[in-house]
């Protein structure tokens, strides 16, 4: 069994498609009995409720709904759903993001018999007009076995949670291991702690079609969250400040944006890490490098169009 994940907000309509996309797909791929969808609404305010328990008295999908009494922030409601789950593997989907055809019975396959912990999709995403924009490049597929390597190559992917399936067991006690580092982006952490222990694959032949352009409940900084983004080292590698210096600048090269996408942006992004009191020493010794790099290549970008 699977446990589909989907925290929401104020997405009635988005909900309602997503689900009945989920129901083709699952009985077009036969594979309804092999997943569950548990979906916690954050005390929406547009009727989200009413249109999934709608949506459940006809639906043939196994679909748990919980409503939450007050707005608890995504991460907390991304936690709250993990606790529900009871399944094997759990698969997290955005409410107004849509799962590629084919995933779910490929995810079946390949999640018991081929003995993954952790599958990561790629992704493309579609602005709300449907212009297709291309997201994630990199198009190779490779899968790691459980260990450092796996994540060094593409744990950044996690930051983008729908399709990312993980094999659930020690994931939520592990997570609040240490209370000071929970974060929005714990996505990062979860598909971590599974590629540690688990072999893992990168399938770009999947490209789950991410909504851009509806607001989104993040609140991005000065440095569009790279400090919540480093928690999820210290999570991983708690001793070992050498390994969370080395996987937070790789996700800067592949994610370079964060830091800016020209010399304003990079100057904020460096002075709000720098004074940044939770930022450990190790990677503030790091940025000056890191956000050389990232100004060189932009610089080199718009030279080479």
């Known amino acids: 069994m699977i446990d589909i994940l989907i925290p929401t907000y104020n997405r009635a309509e988005h909900v309602r498609a997503n689900l009945e996309h989920l129901e083709r797909m699952a009985t077009t791929e036969q594979v309804a009995d092999r997943f ?8 929406s305010q547009d009727g989200t409720a009413q249109v999934v328990r709608t949506f459940q008295e006809g ?8 409503v939450q009494e007050t707005n608890i922030g995504l991460e907390a409601n991304t936690l709250f759903l993990i606790g529900q789950a009871t399944a094997e593997f759990i ?62 190559d593409y744990l950044h992917y996690g930051h983008q949670l729908s399709g990312l399936t993980i094999y659930r067991e020690g994931l939520y006690q592990a997570y609040l291991a240490y209370p000071e580092y929970r974060n929005i982006y714990l996505f990062i952490f979860l598909l971590g702690y599974a590629m540690q222990r ?8 999947f490209q789950v079609r991410v909504a851009h352009g509806n607001p989104k409940d993040w609140s991005y900084d000065a440095s569009n969250l790279l400090v919540d983004l480093h ?37 904020r992004s460096f002075r709000h890490l720098m004074a940044t009191p939770t930022l450990e020493t190790p990677v503030k010794a790091a940025l000056p490098l890191l956000t050389a790099i990232v100004i060189l290549k932009f610089s080199i970008r718009k030279l080479i169009p």
């Open 59 to 66: 639906s043939r999908l196994r679909i748990e709904l919980h």
């Open 36 to 43: 569950r969808i548990l979906i916690s609404d954050n005390a």
């Open 231 to 267: 928690y999820n080292y210290h999570l991983l590698y708690p001793r070992n400040p050498l390994l969370r210096v080395l996987l937070f600048s790789r996700l800067i090269m592949a994610q370079s944006w964060r830091i800016g996408s020209n010399l304003a942006a990079c100057r």
């Open 198 to 205: 688990h072999p893992s694959i990168y399938n770009p032949d």
């Open 91 to 152: 698969m997290f989907l955005g409410d107004d993001d849509l799962l590629p055809e084919g995933y779910l019975s490929y995810v079946v396959r390949n999640m018991g018999a081929q003995g993954y912990g952790a599958i990561i999709p790629g992704c493309i995403g579609v602005l709300p007009d449907g212009t297709i924009l291309q997201t994630r490049p990199d198009r190779r597929r490779r899968s790691r076995k459980a260990g450092l390597l796996g994540l060094f």
